[in-house]
């Protein structure tokens, strides 16, 4: 059958055609369906021939070959998620060179992330150059570097990580979130190559707010003790957005301490609005009583957006649907909330 984006150019030919000039061409064509493919099949005396059979073998042979599942993907979009990646690997070492030489052509398409992830799975540390090129490239498609975060992800390897650890500073913000997603891939496949240690390093150290936000970001998908004392201690940053993703990433994480709580109260009186808005939010998922006396007060405020966030937060400390009127969470709390709260 043809394709679809065919059909119609075939058919509205079709009609340009007289009567008698389409019964002579369906004749023809038949002709040839009932000489050819018998012979074809079955040979001239009903059984295959060798020839016929190698034949038939090479016939199908190109869609093994890395330039034909290529040729497939691009026709089947379904392919390329769901068989192309281990298609590819399934051609083994020998396929290497070609591989690489594809992916530096492809990086920057939807086949570009397979490809290197193959790769990476295939030669394990030898692919590091090719990734590397890819992930040091000077070309502004941002592509080319999520490309190569999928591939050193897949390396699984201390390279690899100091590698992707870098990508966490891309000035493309697509780049930076699509490297947390890696990161966190590589800590869940291999817990020995120590990337909570290396990220929880990072967000102490590193001299930009942006490298430290995303390492945030990480620490949240890794949970646990550790990343929630590191988060903590970023409650007290000298940078309001260090602050911010701090309370973001522990109201996320969802493991609430003493000290912790104290320093997201403290947040709600911040001069800085998004501070008061991530603490209010992460005061409400960690359930803090403290906090209901400010989040009311916000209630009262000009800002629309921080008042929905004091409602949202109350709503889920005190399992209540009140409006959002600070008289009624003010009779909440002094004759119901304070109670709770001492127990």
């Not at 209010?280 to 009262?300: Q, S």
């Amino acid at each position: 059958m043809l394709p679809e984006d065919l059909q119609g150019e075939y058919f509205a030919f079709l009609m340009t055609q007289s009567k008698a000039a389409i019964f002579v061409n369906a004749l023809i064509l038949g002709a040839i369906l009932l000489v050819c493919i018998p012979v074809a099949v079955v040979g001239p005396l009903g059984t295959p021939s060798k020839t016929q059979t190698s034949s038939a073998a090479s016939y199908a042979a190109p869609i093994l070959t890395l330039d034909g599942l290529i040729f497939r993907a691009r026709l089947d979009p379904a392919f390329v998620q769901s068989g192309f990646e281990e298609s590819v690997l399934s051609l083994g070492v020998p396929s290497a060179a070609a591989l690489t030489q594809q992916l530096t052509a492809l990086a920057s398409t939807n086949l570009g992330r397979p490809l290197a992830r193959a790769l990476a799975r295939m030669q394990k540390e030898r692919a590091l150059p090719a990734l590397l090129a890819l992930a040091e490239s000077k070309d502004k498609n941002p592509e080319y570097h999520k490309t190569a975060a999928h591939g050193l992800a897949a390396v699984r390897s201390k390279d690899a990580l100091k590698a992707l650890v870098k990508l966490l500073d891309d000035p493309e913000f697509e780049v930076q979130l699509e490297t947390v997603e890696c990161i966190g891939i590589l800590q869940s496949a291999d817990a020995r190559l120590g990337v909570r240690d290396e990220i929880v390093q990072l967000f102490g150290r590193a001299k930009s707010d942006s490298l430290r936000m995303r390492a945030a970001d990480c620490l949240v998908r890794f949970g646990g003790r550790e990343s929630t004392d590191a988060l903590a201690g970023g409650l007290f940053d000298a940078s309001n957005d260090v602050r911010a993703a701090s309370a973001d990433a522990l109201g996320r994480i969802g493991i609430k301490d003493d000290r912790s709580a104290g320093k997201l109260v403290e947040l709600l009186c911040d001069l800085d609005t998004n501070i008061v808005r991530q603490s209010a939010i992460a005061c409400g998922r960690l359930r803090i009583p403290d906090a209901c006396p400010r989040l009311i007060e916000l209630l009262r405020g000009s800002d629309e957006g921080l008042r929905a966030d004091a409602l949202w937060s109350l709503r889920c400390i005190s399992n209540y649907q009140f409006p959002g009127t600070p008289e009624r969470w003010r009779e909440w709390w002094e004759t119901e909330g304070k109670r709770a709260e001492a127990k």
